[in-house]
């Protein structure tokens, strides 16, 4: 049975969310954050999401570090994303209390990630991030940082991570399984053919990047291959590396470079933002979203990948942060 506009405007008031007539976007009415679907998971997740890489870790302080992830939830946010490889588990350790304190993660999308390929290995990083999140259960662990077609056989193998991610799914250790990619668009791809994934995330910037090797004549980038089979799939996709890593700040207003990857057909963003201020202003764009016109987002990619793209390929081709 299909579903009308007028339908989904119920359902969605309901569930106290207001539909934004301008994009279509559900809005919590709570607290004005826009939301979308995850894909298949059916999940509604803020269009924001909170990553806690290596820009959660520059709050030295911890209580400041708390504060912060605490103030971007209070705002509307509800996905956290954190990985075990982000110094070496101190990331989840502060997720965790944050979670603890807030008498656990109920209305939040919470996502961790495993860095290493083989089976026991991975299950040992999944039993620690458990602890340190302070939950039974999460709802997503990716497979973190996907390399060149050598670590996909790693992963894929027997008694690889993937086969593991698999059984604890099925054994509700984890609600979902994904694998995330910051360089090479083409092992993502066929990664995503030829695996039983949920959810993905992968680079997705104005000067799209995605060429792990400066190989002559080669062009691909995330946005027209992984992420076409990431959509074919109804997985749920979100984006990183919107700012590069600040290599594209100075090149095209902050607004402009959220508002890129906020208007290719991802559930949310995953940003790092190392101050109080940064997230405010980061929400207050969320908040306040537009989509860019096809032919803006040509131009502002035509301009910074003819500026950025061969480096931002090179600084990131054995990256895993988000």
Request: proline share 3%; hydrophobic share 40%; with cysteine.
């Amino acid at each position: 049975m299909s579903i009308t506009r007028r339908d989904f405007m119920e359902i969605a008031a309901l569930g106290g969310l207001a539909v934004n007539a301008a994009t279509g976007a559900a809005v919590d009415t709570k607290t004005g954050m826009p939301t979308r679907i995850l894909g298949k998971t059916g999940a509604r997740v803020s269009i924001l999401a909170f990553g806690c890489g290596s820009r959660f870790l520059m709050y030295k302080e911890e209580d400041k570090a708390l504060e912060a992830l605490n103030r971007a939830l209070n705002l509307g946010i509800t996905y956290i994303d954190t990985a075990y490889g982000y110094g070496n588990g101190e990331s989840e350790t502060r997720v965790g209390k944050v979670l603890k304190a807030r008498g656990g993660k109920q209305g939040l999308w919470l996502a961790t990630k495993v860095n290493v390929r083989d089976a026991d290995g991975a299950m040992r990083i999944i039993e620690g991030s458990l602890k340190r999140l302070q939950v039974p259960q999460v709802d997503l662990i990716h497979v973190h940082a996907l390399g060149g077609e050598d670590d996909l056989a790693k992963a894929e193998a027997k008694d690889g991570v993937i086969k593991l991610l698999y059984k604890l799914r099925g054994q509700k250790v984890t609600r979902f399984i994904g694998v995330t990619c910051h360089a090479d668009p083409l092992v993502l791809q066929k990664a995503l053919e030829h695996n039983d994934f949920d959810c993905t995330q992968m680079a997705l910037n104005a000067a799209r990047q995605g060429q792990a090797k400066l190989a002559p004549g080669r062009h691909d980038h995330f946005e027209t291959t992984a992420l076409v089979t990431a959509k074919k799939k109804n997985m749920g996709v979100t984006a990183m590396k919107v700012f590069a890593q600040e290599k594209l700040l100075g090149g095209a207003p902050v607004e402009k470079l959220i508002r890129y990857s906020m208007s290719l057909p991802v559930a949310a963003a995953v940003i790092g933002m190392p101050s109080l201020a940064m997230i405010e202003e980061n929400i207050r764009i969320a908040k306040g979203f537009q989509p860019l016109s096809h032919p803006e987002m040509e131009s502002l990619s035509h301009e910074l990948a003819t500026r950025y793209k061969a480096a931002i390929d090179r600084h990131f081709a054995d990256h895993q942060d988000c």
